[in-house]
């Protein structure tokens, strides 16, 4: 057995998870989520993916958001390969750009923040969760406070339903759990900097105006306390919020306890910490628009590098162009075969005929030998006729015709 097989085992979920689930607004609709009953390998239907518990709470919810299906398709994931904290980094981001910037998720952005890499413990390389997003070393990001680990959450899986688009990048790709995960340049890919230094500005001026600093935590606690997933396709961006009565909301307002006891579950936050309210800088909502010049010049930079297709595009101009390249080195090839084989045809033409010219100068050489050994027998003969003649005449004999010579 694989050892990416050996890492799944029968979901274990349990009644509170089932509660929590419900009470997030989760099962509201029908053929949403389906549970497994005893496989202890994934085995969704067509249109299912396979997600776990603590995705969900971490602002997760199908359909999925389009800059994450992205986020996948330009790193060649699969969903199930990403961490608990990794989703919520993407959630923060989102729920960052369209409520405190005023832009949709911007890819350049993106890139220009984050980086991923593998993950793994005591020499094992994961499948589940085997890539991290993290913050790049250089970037002054927010502390979102992360807990060092989520305990068992590869055991509570679960099926999402999810739609098919026509278009391959805009799906997420079908459940394989021994699909490896492969490292791509994308991963180190660096966004666009003067482009985003606008973003990147604010981003600064949120984090550090005095009495108005905005923390990760907070941003969490506004979209767990809003009802609206980050991570869900929408019709309306987060800076549209209508209130109790948005349409994108999943469920009611959670008790205060419940919304605490959630944040300090994907936290460092203990019981002494006190859980934010509130957020210290006022979000765009339909309650508090953007503000006209903003608006624009945001929304500018936002749709420049929107999502991922800018990329895609170059991908699709790059995969075309090495098709045609292949294409070309194919047909030199094919070509390269018919000279080859032309090639070996003369060759052994040459070799044939380089044979029989030695065989040809084999029996010269031996008629020549034969020739020469016919020649000394008639000299040696006529010698010998010569020398009989002059015993019986008293005349010296010459073969070459001697001059005067009666006979």
Known sequence: MAAEDLEWE??????????????????????????????????????????????????????????????????????????????????????????????????????????????????????????????????????????????????????????????????????????????????????????????????RELQNTRGKELSGIQITTYFLRIRVQPLQARKNPLWMYAGDEDVERISKDLPVKDLEKLIRRMSKLSKKDIIPTSCRVAPYSGANPLPEPLMKEFIRLGTQFVGYRDHTKKLEGELAEANKRASALATKLEQSEKARKKAEADAAAVEDLRKRLHEAENSLSENIEQQSARETEILTRLESQSRRFVRRTHQEYEVDGPEGDEL
């Not at 026509?166 to 890919?189: C, H, M, Q």
């Open 10 to 203: 029968r979901s274990k979920i349990s009644n509170q998870d089932m509660n929590l689930l419900k009470k997030l607004g989760f099962t509201k609709k029908e053929n949403t989520l389906r549970f497994p009953s005893e496989e202890s390998y994934p085995s969704p239907l067509m249109e299912y993916r396979v997600s776990f518990v603590d995705h969900l709470i971490r602002g997760l919810s199908p359909p999925i958001h389009e800059f994450l299906r992205g986020l996948l398709f330009v790193y060649g994931l699969q969903l199930h390969q990403l961490t608990p904290n990794s989703i919520l980094h993407v959630s923060i981001f989102i729920t960052l750009c369209e409520c405190f910037l005023g832009v949709h998720p911007n890819w350049a952005l993106w890139k220009r923040i984050f980086c991923i890499r593998r993950n793994g413990a005591h020499g094992v390389a994961y499948n589940i969760g085997g890539v991290v997003i993290c913050v790049r070393p250089d970037v002054e990001y927010f502390d979102v406070k992360f807990p060092d680990s989520v305990q068992g959450w590869r055991k509570r899986w679960l099926y999402i339903h999810e739609e098919s688009s026509d278009s391959v990048e805009y799906n997420i790709a079908p459940f394989d759990g021994k699909t490896k995960i492969l490292r791509r340049r994308s991963w180190d890919a660096e966004g666009e900097k003067l482009a985003t230094e606008a973003l990147m500005t604010r981003i």
